[in-house]
């Protein structure tokens, strides 16, 4: 899913209508002072990660000068939380909070209900696993005649909202309908939205999530890629994306796993269809070799879609190997990919020499596939060429997990010591 950082969101939310504390977001401690002396007066400043739970991870403080909210914004941003480096904080004014409540329309997918679906609870501000399921009142929205006056009403009173407030809180939570829908979001949380000292209710927190097939819809979002991304967006996953965006067969967007760049063991990970791809981390989690990324090549694609794909896939630094990892019988014509890799491989192997590549292909065309591969790529096997390391197997490993990683594994440390030898 397309998700916003908490500022982002908050934008969105502020220029729909909801009302949203002032603040603004900073990239390093000065510019958190600039902003917070914009503010005037004590303020909260947050740490902007993809990640819950800010508040127990100590990226959440609340600060009463500009001098100690820079101070905050660079503790905050040496912090790494679930993985993730914090490169920019949100400031802004600090609520006088009476009372956390908690809101979110979420995809109910039960098979009676599939529509969006409004919880709502009095108790903001944890996580809302830990909320008992009796204090959080729920109602399906119809996706014809949408989130009504009297669905609101309802919540208010099963929650037990005070009568004088109830217009209030209706009127909140269905704007937030409006805004859910007028975004084509997927989840919008708001948690927590409070109430202040003087009576008003405003949104604390924001998590918003567009739903992927609706980003074409919002240029207005700039939404580079419609996926989760965990990182920032690098160059190679625009070109991954560019592949995906354009056709539907398999997965051409480089998902990237943990990978860094820079441990050993990661390997260039390109399956062909989902449970080929289970099978093929069997491979490599069998010998402690790991995935640098998550692309798949199946529904039969055009070699040139494959051929892009394995680029991308090779492209990325530092790989201790590449695994075309065909398991299972791929019900599609194989030659397409035998042609694309006898391409890739003669362009990006010389980059790389001596790279092991496992080059397992098995199911239709099978025998007319492998002796592709097998002449097309004999000019780069040549014992001292940059297909060295090259290995091409077909139906007899077609489950054979073990046997695949294990010859990966070999090639891998015979690749490392070579570039250990010669000081790389
Ligand atoms: P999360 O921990 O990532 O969900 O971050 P939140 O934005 O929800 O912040 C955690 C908690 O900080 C909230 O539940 C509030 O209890 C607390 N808090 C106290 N004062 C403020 C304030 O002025 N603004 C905000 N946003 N949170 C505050
Ligand atoms: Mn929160």
Known sequence: MAKFLEYQGKEWLGKAGMPVPKGRAA????EAKQVAEWIGGPVAVKGQVQAGGRGKAGIVKLVNTPDEAAAAAEEIMSKTVKGLPVRQVLIEEKLDIKKEFYCSIVINNAKEARCPMMMFSTEGGMDIESVPEELIHKVNIDPIFGFQIYDAVDLCVKAGIPDKDISKFASFLTKLAQ????????TLEINPFVMTGSGSLICADCKMEIDNSSVGRHPEFNIKIARDLPGEVTELDMIGWSIEETDARG???LMNMSYDEVSPGYVGYHPIGGGSAMMGLDALNQVGL??????????NPVGSKIYRVAKCVLSQPNLDGYLLGGFMMANQEQWHHANAMVKVLWEELPKKPGLPCVLLLCGNREDESLEILRTGLAGLMTPDGPGKRVEIYGKEHVTDTKFIGERLLALA?????EKEAQGK
């Open 179 to 186: 805004t859910h829908k007028k975004y084509d979001c997927q």
């Open 290 to 299: 790991k995935p640098a990324n998550y692309a798949d090549t199946s529904g």
């Open 27 to 30: 990239s390093s401690p000065e």
């Open 413 to 417: 440390k015979e690749y490392r010591a």
């Open 251 to 253: 997965t051409g967007f």
